[in-house]
């Protein structure tokens, strides 16, 4: 069965950096496209960045500059790295096999990103 499986996350002081990562499986992880979407506190689900098969990106508007996904295919691992985090950028961070969040298929159970002094 499909599973997607987050690490990486944790607390980080505003300006810094995390890597997180998202180990697939149960599925042709190279020829999928897939994303990243966020959950702050009270808010809504927030779609972050996505990549193609082809590796072709994009990114939400705030997240340009300062994110970057990308994929290892003989690893089938997607990642995230975020840059100069702010402290809104605190939120659970889940990764998603699909192009958005109202077409992704399958998600990850998440990992919590705390962006705090």
């Known amino acids: 069965q499909v599973q997607l499986v987050e690490s990486g996350g944790g607390l980080v002081q505003p300006g810094g950096s995390l890597r997180l990562s998202c180990a697939a499986s149960?599925?042709?992880?190279?020829?999928?496209?897939m994303s990243w979407a966020r959950q702050a506190p009270g808010k809504g689900l927030e779609w972050v960045s996505n990549?193609?098969?082809?590796?072709?990106?994009n990114y939400a508007d705030s997240m340009k500059g300062r994110f970057t996904i990308s994929r290892d295919n003989a690893k089938n691992t997607l990642y995230l790295q975020m840059n100069s985090l702010k402290p809104e950028d605190t939120a659970v961070y889940y990764c998603?096999?699909?192009?958005?969040?109202?077409?992704?298929?399958?998600w990850g159970q998440g990992t919590q990103v705390t962006v705090s002094l």
């Open positions: 998603a096999m699909g192009t958005s969040v109202t077409t992704a298929d399958y």
């Open positions: 990549i193609y098969s082809d590796g072709r990106t």
């Open positions: 149960g599925f042709t992880f190279s020829s999928s496209t």
